[in-house]
């Protein structure tokens, strides 16, 4: 696999990267996998405009995935040179298990997927491409505009003369054409340079691409969606440290109307709850309910040491009753195995943790581990010593202030120890390019000197004014910050 020079890029900001230009010379193979289900004459098209494209054929391979079409899908006479058919195999059906099949039965550097109602321009796959070589984490969004079409409208082999003359613009009328929702959020943010920590969401459509390790490393897509499953995948390749990047050079024309144009209110309602249990960042999918998810916002980790107290047993519940009930605890520290045969149970030197862990055995968010394994779905990790006695909004306060700032680490020096935030995406993008947090999201340290009583676990009191450093992207004065930092630490803890 080629290698690709990848500097370390801040937030969704990649304007630092030099797409390559005129005269650059490809090496990265590309395998564009195309999920299809009946519709051969729409294939037969797809196709035709693959076959016609500029990057090198010699780089280019296609794998068609049959989704149990009946009758069977057929290659057309007009294909790009290395394009091969396979069926979707058992296990599952619909376009993410397709895609997941089509991935794993092909090699190239980077993965394009294309949906088979697609007619693409000729330097659809190129325009992608050239963004690939200027990094290996980005995850590249194709620009199509949806158009009318019936079964026989285009004919494969004039379709192939028109994209490679450069001429698909003008196969369909622009203007009466339906531009994406997701344009309207490009635009206002640059190209997504300026996006939040919720890029991915625009990482819908039938045209992506990414390096295939990213795809690996964001484990592929969720096959047990059938409905917004490339909503789910935007987030696990967020969650791997992707960089979201809008390429409206990328132009293809859809063969028909949105799905969800068809019978909207109820696909939304199918997606919503599947998205909902998947995606916590999504605040309009998730309904700001008391209850659990499948995937939590925060996992709270609690370092309970070698002794574990029965202190603990308040923290965990102010934890969960928090104004943010979206989480999950690990306490870390010496827990005892289960007894096995007659004992003393009121002699027990691990009564205190045996009594801890009953308490909590009926609560499916509380977790006892000896060490903690990170999960790469959960969006951040919070980390709180023992003694620290978190307020009933210290999740939200540390989340809020980790994205207003856009901070990929916060850490809040106290008396007993140093409470954190981590963003999984940044410590994700880290790791894979060997830097500090800091480089590719920023931080900020906070310290919280004894001047106004707050209580921890221990019934001490510390709090007070507070003093920032880092490379956070908090703005205004000096002061502002001192004072947001404040707000932040009375949230935090207990007071």
């Known amino acids: 696999m080629n290698a690709v020079p990848s500097p370390a890029l801040r937030g969704n900001d990649y304007s630092p990267l030099v797409r390559p230009g005129d005269g650059w010379e490809p090496r990265l193979s590309v395998t564009v996998v195309v999920p299809a289900h009946g519709q051969q004459d729409k294939l037969d098209v797809t ?4 076959a016609a494209q500029t990057y090198p054929a010699a780089l280019l391979d296609v794998v068609v995935v049959d989704d149990g079409s009946d009758p069977p899908l057929r290659l057309p006479e007009i294909r790009p040179e290395s394009t091969r058919l396979i069926a979707s195999p058992p296990g599952g059906w619909a376009s993410a298990h397709a895609t997941n099949a089509g991935v794993a039965a092909s090699s190239g550097d980077v993965v394009l997927r294309l949906d088979a109602d697609m007619l693409v321009f000729a330097d659809h796959v190129e325009s992608q491409l050239r963004w690939h070589h200027t990094a290996d984490y980005l995850a590249v969004l194709g620009h199509k505009r949806f158009v009318a079409y019936r079964a026989g409208d285009l004919d494969p082999a004039a379709v192939f003369d028109a994209v490679r003359a450069g001429k698909a613009g003008d196969l369909f009328d622009a203007e009466a054409s339906e531009p994406q929702w997701i344009e309207r959020i490009a635009e206002a943010t640059g190209g997504l340079r300026q996006a939040d920590h ?3 969401r625009v990482f819908v459509g039938a045209s992506f691409s990414v390096h295939r390790s990213l795809f690996d490393a964001a484990g592929g897509m969720d096959a047990d969606v059938l409905l917004g499953s490339d909503t789910i995948f935007g987030y696990r390749l967020h969650q ?9 050079r990328s132009s293809a024309w859809h063969l028909g109307p949105r799905q969800i144009a068809e019978r909207g209110a109820l696909a939304k309602a199918y997606r919503r709850p599947r998205i909902a249990n998947r995606v916590p960042e999504l605040d309009v999918k998730r309904p700001r309910a008391a209850r659990g998810w499948a995937t939590p916002l925060a996992e709270v980790v609690v370092d309970a040491g070698g002794a574990p107290s029965l202190d603990l047993e308040a923290t965990v519940d102010e934890l969960l009753s928090g104004s943010v009930p979206d989480v999950r605890v690990t306490l870390v520290g010496d827990w005892p195995e289960p ?3 007659r004992h003393a149970p009121l002699d027990d030197p691990a009564l205190e943790a045996r009594l801890l862990i009953e308490s909590f055995r009926g609560d499916t968010r509380v977790a006892f581990a000896a060490a903690w394994e990170p999960d790469p779905k959960v ?6 010593p023992a003694a620290v006695r978190p307020g009933p909004d210290a999740v939200a306060a540390l989340v809020a202030y980790a994205n207003r700032h856009r901070l990929g680490l916060v850490e809040v020096a106290t008396p007993h120890g140093v409470a954190s935030l ?8 880290a ?8 480089a590719v999201w920023g931080s900020a340290k906070l310290t919280a000197p004894a001047e106004r009583p707050v209580k921890d676990g221990s019934g001490s009191a510390f709090g007070g004014a507070l003093a920032e450093g880092g490379s956070g992207h908090a703005r205004g004065g000096q002061r502002g910050l001192r004072g947001k930092a404040r707000r932040l630490v009375r949230r935090l803890l207990d007071r």
Do not use: N
């Open 47 to 50: 196709l035709a405009s693959l």
């Open 198 to 200: 919720r890029a991915f």
């Open 240 to 248: 791997a440290g992707a960089v979201f990047v809008p390429d409206d």
């Open 339 to 341: 007894h096995t045969g």
């Open 379 to 384: 969006p951040y990790v919070i980390r709180l």
């Open 422 to 429: 981590e963003r999984t995406a940044a410590a994700a993008r």
């Open 431 to 438: 790791a894979r390019l060997g830097v500090g947090i800091d």
